[in-house]
């Protein structure tokens, strides 16, 4: 069976500071993978995905997300946190079926 | 550009009330799903479509029902509603089924509670 797991509940940053989320997946075969960010209030919106190819991703606000095989996993980073950054992110993935992590709420502190 | 639009956007039912909660997406989307967030639990998967007259269960499909009459719209039906099914429902739309490369857009949500 596979899944997606995300470290941490909550991580809190200062302004500034590194963004580290940290996402593993369970798969017998390479899955396709997604961060989504929700904003308070609001559906889930796709921040970057890795399908094939280039094993780092890029995506929108700055944050980026490393594909790595061997570990398994597929953590999303940001160099500088900001404070609009503040919501919760959400790793999924899978081949041919998708699973949800349970979602990392980012507190940034001014 | 509407996406995925989602009606009510709040409601409090009494256990026992039945209600339908609407989704309609403007993409030509074939793959539409309904998913409840629950906090520490992620997205769960209710029901879902991968096509007009064409629905499927997903990991917690009871207490509610589905149907899918046309491309565009894909309603959630709550029976006879329970506390256990306060939660947070969101509807999606994909182009192929998840699993793949295409990614789902999402609805703003329903916050429904039930009292």
């Known amino acids: 069976a596979q899944s997606v797991t995300q470290l941490g509940s909550h991580v809190s940053v200062s302004e500034g500071a590194l963004v580290l989320l940290r996402c593993n997946y369970s798969s017998s075969v390479p899955p396709y993978l997604f961060w989504y960010v929700q904003y308070p209030n609001q559906g889930l919106q796709l921040l970057l995905k890795?399908?094939?190819?280039?094993?780092l991703v890029k995506g929108i606000n700055g944050f980026e997300a490393e594909f790595k095989k061997s570990e398994t996993s597929f953590h999303l980073t940001k160099p500088s946190a900001h404070m609009s950054d503040a919501a919760e992110y959400f790793c999924?993935?899978?081949?041919?079926?998708?699973?949800f992590g349970t979602g990392t709420k980012l507190q940034v502190i001014p | 550009n509407a996406g995925v639009t989602q009606t009510p956007k709040f409601q409090v039912l009494k256990t026992g009330q039945s209600m339908t909660l609407q989704c309609a997406q403007d993409?030509?989307?074939?793959?539409m799903s309904w998913y409840r967030q629950d906090p520490g639990m992620g997205l769960r998967l209710i029901h879902y479509?991968?096509?007009?007259?064409?629905?499927d269960q997903g990991e917690v499909p009871n207490g509610y029902n589905v149907s899918r009459s046309t491309t565009e719209d894909f309603p959630l039906r709550l029976l006879s509603a329970a506390p256990s099914q306060t939660s947070v429902y969101f509807c999606?739309?994909?182009?192929?089924?998840?699993?793949?490369?295409?990614?789902?857009?999402f609805g703003q949500g329903t916050r429904l509670t039930v009292v």
């Open positions: 999606a739309s994909s182009s192929r089924e998840p699993g793949w490369d295409t990614e789902a857009f």
């Open positions: 479509s991968v096509g007009a007259g064409i629905t």
């Open positions: 890795y399908t094939t190819g280039a094993t």
């Open positions: 999924a993935g899978g081949y041919q079926k998708v699973t």
């Open positions: 993409m030509n989307h074939e793959y």
